[in-house]
């Protein structure tokens, strides 16, 4: 099993800033390509960004490419997901989601190939 939990979430104003973090816990943090979500009102949950279990490749939403920056630290069992140029379609809840690697390929824009997701964490922008 793997917990995640998110944080940084809050109410911002168009053009600012805001840092989502993810803290994993349970089994082993560099086994997963870990991925972050978003799911607006009336809509589907979709993809934003993933990074493998190493930090070398990441994979960005085209809606978000040039904006967000995800990372992640294995010390300590943390994503990020750094977010400029906010915009008010931005407002989503955000969640963070665990894919094992141990199935030998990964799909990280996938939402069906994540195995561990967390409770998410509101991202509202104003206009």
């Known amino acids: 099993q793997v917990q995640l939990v998110e944080s940084g979430g809050q109410l911002v104003q168009a053009g600012g800033s805001l840092r989502l973090s993810c803290a994993a816990s349970?089994?082993?943090?560099?086994?997963?390509?870990m991925g972050w979500f978003r799911q607006a009102p009336g809509k589907e949950r979709e993809f934003v960004a993933a990074?493998?279990?190493?930090?070398?490749?990441?994979y960005y939403a085209d809606s978000v490419k040039g904006r967000f920056t995800i990372s992640r630290d294995n010390a300590e069992n943390t994503v990020y997901l750094q977010m400029n140029s906010l915009k008010p379609e931005d407002t989503a809840v955000y969640y963070c989601a665990a894919q094992s690697t141990r199935r030998g390929y990964t799909q990280p824009r996938e939402r069906a190939y994540y195995d561990y997701w967390g409770q998410g964490t509101q991202v509202t922008v104003s206009s």
């Open positions: 990074i493998s279990w190493s930090g070398g490749t990441t």
């Open positions: 349970g089994r082993t943090f560099t086994s997963y390509t």
